[in-house]
């Protein structure tokens, strides 16, 4: 585990003694708490898609899309405030495809980005295509339990993959819990139109989400009373939610 990352961590994790592991360098903080149900489910689905991912969503979304998915991803991420040296938390990072829309202006490599998942096979394709293009630590865990200290970063997002997690409260809490006082946070997925459409149409992802529902009313629901700023925008004709928010 490389210093930076271990400085982030809560303290129980700093110790010497602590027993974990690494895979291909990923620190696995994986709690058995959370990997049941529905993350268990989703986490087994994006292993076995990690490695074919980003060709697949490339090719589909062009055909489908053209370049809306990704105006809708510039978008998104245009949307938080990104500074050189600023230290940045993205919980459900994937193959990390949304950090490729980073500002322009902003030098990439002065950013300190830790990038979370619950899917150890998406964050090796993800250090795979980025480890020598930033300053970025992977971590395997579950967004219902980060395991960095509260207020620790300043940039804190999530795009894609809430709509079915286990505890959507709890991870939304999380990512306020580690986010430092002021930080504008983002939450952002599919709509319940788009998952009818895409997902449970795609040959690849339909038989996960069979007989499933989401309502957004479940992510609103959950973020708490006291937020500052509260938005909520839908993006890429009505393809995707954005919620922003400030600690």
């Not at 003694?17 to 959370?34: H, S, T």
């Not at 480890?131 to 980060?146: F, G, R, T, V």
């Not at 286990?166 to 946070?185: G, P, S, Y």
């Not at 479940?218 to 009373?225: G, K, L, Q, T, Y």
């Amino acid at each position: 585990m490389d210093n930076r990352l271990k400085k982030r961590l809560k303290v129980e994790y700093q110790k010497e003694d602590f027993n974990y592991k690494e895979v291909d360098g990923i620190p696995i903080f994986l709690n058995d708490k959370y990997v049941s149900g529905d993350n268990q489910k989703y986490m087994k689905m994006y292993d076995w898609m990690s490695k074919g991912y980003d060709l697949a969503e490339t090719i589909v979304g062009k055909l489908k899309y053209g370049n809306g998915i990704n105006n809708m991803r510039s978008e998104n991420i245009s949307k938080l405030e990104w500074r050189d040296y600023c230290s940045v938390l993205y919980v459900s990072i994937g193959t990390g495809k949304n950090l490729e829309f980073i500002p322009k202006m902003i030098n990439k490599k002065k950013l300190d980005i830790v990038g979370a998942d619950i899917s150890l096979g998406m964050l090796k394709k993800c250090k795979k295509k980025f480890n020598k293009q930033l300053n970025l630590s992977l971590i395997n865990c579950c967004a219902e339990d980060l395991p960095f200290k509260d207020n620790e970063f300043d940039i804190v997002f999530h795009v894609g993959g809430i709509n079915f997690f286990n505890d959507k409260a709890l991870a939304i809490q999380e990512m306020i819990r580690v986010a430092k006082q002021n930080t504008k946070i983002l939450i952002a997925d599919e709509t319940a139109d788009y998952i009818e459409k895409q997902y449970k149409k795609s040959k690849l992802s339909k038989k996960y989400y069979q007989g499933v529902t989401f309502d957004f009313k479940d992510i609103s629901s959950a973020i708490p009373n006291g937020v500052k700023e509260l938005q909520t925008e839908l993006l890429g004709e009505n393809k995707f939610y954005c919620i922003t928010f400030r600690k």
